[in-house]
């Protein structure tokens, strides 16, 4: 009987441990472009890390969890978080926990980041969550003073009009 009720503790032992599987996106893709992942996992929690190279230039990258309930709680994740690390595991910015987490952050040229996705399946057959990850072009403190600069000079044009002489 003990040997039973020991072979039936470690069979859910291993029905619950926590799952991990690494993808490599390359080079992360620049907006309008994306990288979309569906990631199926079993039963327990789980820990996926998706790794990249930032663009070159001068970009902010976004990484988005989301996770799809299916209904009948056959398949469902949830407390999901999205955490981006640097090249050497150092935490640069994590998401909030919940049914979706987001984290966007400044990235360095060339650099070597990942994106951890991590969360709990709680479906009868474990769950299904979507992994989302741009990069976005930030612009230059020069472009943007250009652009305030622009816009200033077309307000005073069109307050200029509308005074009567």
């Known amino acids: 009987m003990l040997k039973q009720v020991l072979a039936a503790s470690a069979l ?12 490599d996106i390359g080079v992360l893709p620049v907006a309008p472009d994306t990288f979309v992942k569906s990631v199926s996992v079993p039963v327990g929690s789980f820990l996926d ?16 969890g989301t996770a799809i309930d299916v209904g009948y709680d056959l398949l469902n994740v949830k407390d999901v978080n999205v955490s981006l690390y640097d090249a050497s595991n150092n935490l640069v910015a994590s998401g909030p926990v919940g049914e979706s987490s987001k984290v966007s952050w400044s990235l360095l040229s060339g650099a070597d980041y990942s994106f951890k996705v991590s969360g709990a399946a ?22 943007l003073a250009m652009m305030l600069a622009g816009l200033g000079a077309v307000g005073f044009m069109a307050r200029r009009r509308r005074r009567p002489d």
């Open 49 to 64: 890390t998706f790794t990249f190279t930032a663009p070159t230039g001068n970009f902010s990258g976004t990484g988005v």
């Open 122 to 143: 709680d479906g009868v057959y474990g769950g299904v969550y979507t992994f989302i990850a741009t990069a976005a072009l930030v612009p230059e403190p020069e472009t």
């Open 12 to 23: 859910a032992a291993t029905a619950f441990a926590a799952q991990a599987t690494t993808y």
